[in-house]
């Protein structure tokens, strides 16, 4: 039986009548405002954290490889970039040697 608005307005007027006016609000208060297929347990939220946190944990390893994969990428050009500063300067020493040595 699909719960609208107008039985749960007929079920009031009953509640009213039986046990008065504050009684029945307060019971239709602790009532859900739809049906109890569409109430969320607490295992249903459990399952869903379980759900969130694993996504999350997935897309943050993947994030964390994708830095780390960019921080190794940096690394290699530094050593490169050392490497060829390091040779330039054993050059240039070289040639301020030759040059000393011919004057």
Known sequence: MAL???????????????????????????????????????RDLDALGDKLLAAFRGELLAQSNAINAQ???????VKTLILANVGTVVSMAALAFGVAKLT
Request: zero cysteines.
């Open 4 to 42: 609208d608005e107008r039985a749960r307005h007929e079920l009031f007027r009953r509640l009213e009548q039986a046990l008065g006016p504050e009684s029945a609000e307060t019971l239709m208060e602790l009532l859900p405002p739809v049906g109890w297929a569409d109430v969320a347990t607490k």
């Open 71 to 77: 921080v190794n990428a940096i690394n290699a050009q």
